[in-house]
């Protein structure tokens, strides 16, 4: 069992450039998050989506956009990357939509820097 | 609005010592209460939770009692160990939104 599969494990990547970062749960959880880990600030939620066909808004969305086609994938896509898009990017999901109740578990992480 | 707050790191240790991670929260109602571990090139995974208060989370050695008197739901382990080191993350669960906020992490160095 893989469990969360994120990729790629690390991207360096140019200003302007759109990038898509991947990640696949194979636990059939409903509810996945993206979120940002910066130096100092903690983990932020970008997006998340509660089942299949639904996204919502975190604390930090501007710049990006995702999609849940179907309940194992969902991918971050940065339309247009800017340096401060530099960051470690976890994907996590958890079996309930009751997201602050319900253990969430995280990918291994893609390391992005955007020059 | 909820918000958490952790010591700042890095916390360094010998091994076999008694370690302490302070944790308080702000938050309207009553929150979950969750230990967040980040081992080096890892992502993060639940170490421990309370869910009300009075509640005593406890796994691997690791403790935290949720003191609603005192906001605070600190992080103990009696003996750490050198593969301990890592980053630990406090976090409560937002009741608005049922969303995690997350503490900005405390680094734990354990030495032989």
């Known amino acids: 069992i893989a469990g969360i599969t994120q990729a790629p494990t690390s991207q360096i990547l140019a200003a302007g450039r759109r990038m898509t970062l991947r990640c696949t749960q194979d636990?059939?959880?409903?509810?996945m998050y993206w979120y940002r880990q910066d130096l100092g600030l903690g983990l932020r939620l970008i997006h998340y989506?509660?089942?299949?066909?639904?996204?919502g808004k975190g604390e930090v969305p501007d710049g990006y956009s995702v999609s849940r086609a179907n309940t194992d994938d969902f991918p971050l896509t940065l339309a247009s990357a800017v340096p401060s898009q530099t960051s470690v990017y976890f994907c996590?999901?958890?079996?309930?939509?009751?997201?602050?109740?319900?253990?969430?578990?995280f990918g291994p992480g893609t390391r992005l820097t955007v020059l | 609005g909820d918000s958490v707050t952790q010591m700042e790191g890095p916390v360094t240790l010998s091994e076999e010592a008694f370690l302490t991670i302070n944790c308080t929260y702000t938050?309207?109602?009553?929150?979950?209460l969750f230990w967040y571990v980040q081992y080096p090139g890892e992502g993060l995974q639940l170490l421990l939770k309370?869910?009300?208060?009075?509640d005593k989370g406890s796994n691997k050695g690791f403790e935290a009692t949720y003191r609603k008197e005192t906001t605070s739901f600190h992080l103990e382990k009696g003996s750490v160990q050198v593969s301990d080191s890592a980053v630990y993350f406090c976090?409560?669960?937002?009741?608005?939104?049922?969303?995690?906020?997350f503490g900005t992490g405390t680094r734990l160095q354990v030495f032989p």
């Open positions: 996590a999901s958890s079996d309930s939509a009751e997201q602050g109740l319900d253990t969430q578990y």
């Open positions: 636990m059939r959880h409903n509810a």
């Open positions: 989506s509660n089942t299949a066909g639904t996204t």
């Open positions: 938050a309207t109602g009553y929150p979950s």
């Open positions: 309370a869910t009300k208060a009075d």
């Open positions: 976090a409560l669960s937002d009741l608005s939104n049922d969303k995690l906020i």
